[in-house]
């Protein structure tokens, strides 16, 4: 679990000092904190892949379920879906959801 904690801040610091390399005009919109998603799940994978109950498929199916719900607001609310800003907006979206998931899951394996 340490070592969990250890590689993504890790990962966010190498990935910093690569997009400070950067030139600015040629920095991609994407921040450091946008590779969270992937390491959350993942993370969330190996502390709880062998609990009883069906942890991780819960979490996916919350997220997918808010993802209907977020696209189906969007696309209601501004009457179309542009893809470049809907897409970044569901993705830091989606670091704010399984964030949490990673630190709920990060406080029930301290608990357990």
């Known amino acids: 679990m340490i070592m969990q904690i250890i590689i993504l801040i890790a990962v966010l610091f190498i990935l910093r000092v690569f997009r400070n390399l950067i030139p600015k005009a040629q ?65 830091r979206m989606t670091d704010i959801l399984l964030l949490l998931a990673y630190l709920v899951t990060l406080i029930r394996v301290l608990i357990r």
């Open 27 to 91: 920095r991609p919109r994407l921040r450091p904190i946008d590779c969270l998603p992937l390491l959350s799940l993942w993370f969330i994978w190996q502390l709880s892949h062998t609990w009883a109950d069906p942890w991780f498929a819960a979490i996916v199916f919350i997220w997918m379920v808010i993802s209907i719900i977020l696209t189906l607001w969007w696309g209601f609310s501004k009457g179309e879906l542009l893809w470049n800003k809907f897409l970044l907006f569901y993705w």
